[in-house]
């Protein structure tokens, strides 16, 4: 006699516990996970050709480290944290004397003779043993991008007041509205032109 | 006067609950919708080394990711101490890499081959040998984009 008036109520206030629960649960198992890293290109496979490419020895600037983590560049042994203004000096050289059609308006490094060109003729090699460790590479590695960076930080400023790597970051960002992307999209290439970034991964040597 | 005020008194508002649960299961699907479960899980040990000229690798759709390290604590005693590689949820050799990143791009839809990124997520106790073992073979199949994947943080730590 009591089931008289239908079917009874399920209580719902557990409901928001259990949702609770799940919430949590899915809090602490995901990640919003966004990857960043350092970009690179490697060279392509190409078949032997009879012609050597002929780079002049002062256009390149070899950093080789060895297996316990020691650098040199362009045969000198120097320290992790010389390594950025040692990039910079040489991309920056801009040795070609004005009028020939290498000289370099925008450089304002020492002009050496010795050292590289422009900075578009300007190459980084670099050259790791087997025994490197990885996060020496990547050191390294994260320097010289810094080199480049610096530098076409520089020239944006110059020309466009803006931090290159700021606006690059905001072309990159899929949020960055159509009309905008395309304005900086100009600009970027542009500066890139101005410092190509050129490095060069020479394959290990292999120690002894 | 003096009747309202009683009933005042007697019985404070309560606030209901009744729309609690659907506030929290709104934020369950929000969650539920927005966030990547891991697919698989990683058999090496994988600290990566920090960087500060990182950029953000958008579009997760484009990426193969490689695994390097040293093998985790229940498969030392298979495969030993030495770093290795890790695809999909297998241990591999050198050789299985170029195989490996044909058939994930091959898997992904044609318009985005192009733009295939190789991520290579690297502990940083690792040697540059077998990295540069890998990067031959990516050399070999064309695949030419790579990216060291890094955390945001001082260099001077590594």
Known sequence: ?208 | MSKFKKNNVAKSQEISTASLPDIVFMLLFFFMTVTVMKEEALKVENILPSATEIKKMEHKDRIVYIYVGKPTQNYVHIVGEEPKIQLNDKLANVSDVGPFVLAEIAKKPSHLRGFVTVALKVDKKANMGLISDIKQELRKVNALKINYITYEGEEIVN
């Open chain 1, 1 to 208: 006699m009591a089931r008289r008036a239908g079917a009874p109520e399920v209580s719902a206030g557990s409901m928001a516990d259990i949702a609770f629960l799940l919430l949590i649960f899915f809090l602490v198992t995901t990640t919003i996970e966004t990857d960043a890293g350092l970009d690179r290109m490697l060279p392509p496979m190409e078949p032997p050709t009879e012609q050597d490419v002929i780079v002049k020895q002062k256009n390149i600037f070899q950093v080789s480290i060895n297996k316990s983590g020691q650098l040199l560049a362009d045969g000198e042994l120097i320290q992790l944290n010389q390594l950025r203004e040692k990039a910079t000096a040489f991309l920056d050289n801009g040795g070609a004397p004005s009028g020939t059609e290498d000289y370099c308006k925008y450089c304002k490094g020492k002009r050496d003779a010795s050292s590289s060109d422009s900075p578009s003729k300007a190459i980084i090699s670099v050259k790791s043993d087997r025994e490197t460790k990885y996060s020496t590479y990547i050191t390294v590695q994260n320097e010289l991008v810094g080199a480049y960076n610096d530098l076409r930080d520089r020239e944006s400023q110059r020309l466009y007041k803006k931090d290159f790597t700021a606006m690059e970051a905001e072309y990159l960002n899929p949020e960055t509205d159509k009309d905008v992307k395309e304005e900086l999209k100009e600009k970027v290439k542009r500066i890139q032109a101005l410092f190509p970034q050129k490095l060069s991964e020479a394959e290990t040597s292999t120690s002894n």
